[in-house]
């Protein structure tokens, strides 16, 4: 594990348009780097105001992570995170010129894609990490996430979903950017076709189709192209994992094992690390923190 490294950035700004899954509206993206210690920061364009991407600003978890602050929002920010998180980017500004960042294929790829673009770029401050000394656990009937302490970062995740094609998959994700991008950044969202009625009521999925979603009727995917990985499902799960604990100050060294959630319980076990203040330390600045 890369258990100390400094603080990184993208190289130069750049732009990208895409529609919003739940309000169906153009969004332009743009994203520039940032000073080292900034953090994510969201930059509302229409209505000139930021919003810090941490998990005191999550304000709604209905089918995406909503982030808020002074009255401004922006919604769908967790695959975006995750593709954030999984190159390791620490410092980054976010303009949308929306209150939702664009959906683009349902997945974090084009998000990676576009950071690479830029170039990423090394900073003078060290990187900091929480590392869980004593597991934080939330239950939750049948569903269940927790942290344990771990040498290194990893994610183990179980789906089961009353569905012939999403019963039982597990994946187990070992933190690297090589295997983020090949193994995860990829993973599409998916839906139900059952359920787009009752979003659309709701004034969600607007921006729904079957370029940005794999969609799901009783026995069978409705996309022609049909799957990127046989367990794609699950792997998505595991990104939007990885984009909700982004919302964490610091990246984390510890093992998240996560049966059935989603991102009202993937952001309640960031909330709790930082409330469980006992239960991790604060790592990176010299190589004894971190030994186990």
């Known amino acids: 594990f890369d258990n100390m490294r400094f603080q990184r950035t993208i190289k130069e700004t750049v732009v990208c348009t895409g529609i919003g899954l739940h309000t169906g509206r153009c969004v332009s993206l743009r994203l520039s780097p940032a000073p080292s210690d900034t953090g994510i920061i969201f930059i509302r364009g229409d209505k000139d105001s930021e919003i810090k991407a941490t998990v005191e600003n999550i304000v709604a978890t209905d089918y995406s992570s909503t982030l808020g602050f002074n009255g401004s929002s922006i919604r769908t920010v967790e695959h975006l995170m995750a593709a954030i998180a999984g190159l390791n980017i620490d410092n980054l500004y976010v303009e949308v010129d929306s209150q939702e960042v664009p959906i683009m294929d349902g997945s ?5 894609d576009l950071i690479m673009k830029s170039g990423i770029v090394q900073q003078d401050r060290i990187k900091q990490y929480i590392k869980i000394i004593k597991t ?11 942290i344990e302490p771990s040498p290194f970062t990893a994610i183990t995740y179980v789906m089961d979903f009353d569905h012939p094609l999403l019963n039982k998959q597990k994946f187990i994700y070992h933190y690297s950017i090589e295997n983020f991008v090949e193994d995860i950044a990829p993973a599409r969202t998916f839906g139900f076709l059952k359920d787009v009625t009752n979003l659309k009521e709701k004034g969600l999925g607007r921006g729904g189709s079957l370029e940005n979603v794999i969609i799901l009727d009783d026995n069978d995917i409705l996309n022609k192209e049909g799957l990127r990985y046989s367990d794609e499902f699950v792997r998505h799960k595991v990104l939007d994992l990885i984009g909700d604990m982004a919302l964490l100050p610091m990246s984390f060294i510890g093992h998240v094992k996560a049966c059935r959630s989603g ?15 006992d239960k991790w330390v604060e790592a990176g600045q010299i190589e004894e923190d971190i030994t186990v």
């Not at 974090?108 to 990676?112: I, K």
């Not at 009202?264 to 930082?274: D, E, F, P, Q």
Request: proline share 3%; glycine share 4%; charged share 30%.
């Open 263 to 277: 991102h009202r319980l993937n952001t309640k076990l960031a909330g709790s690390i930082l409330e469980n203040r």
């Open 136 to 146: 934080i656990e939330i239950i939750e009937m049948d569903r269940y996430i927790r």
């Open 108 to 112: 974090a790829y084009p998000f990676v």
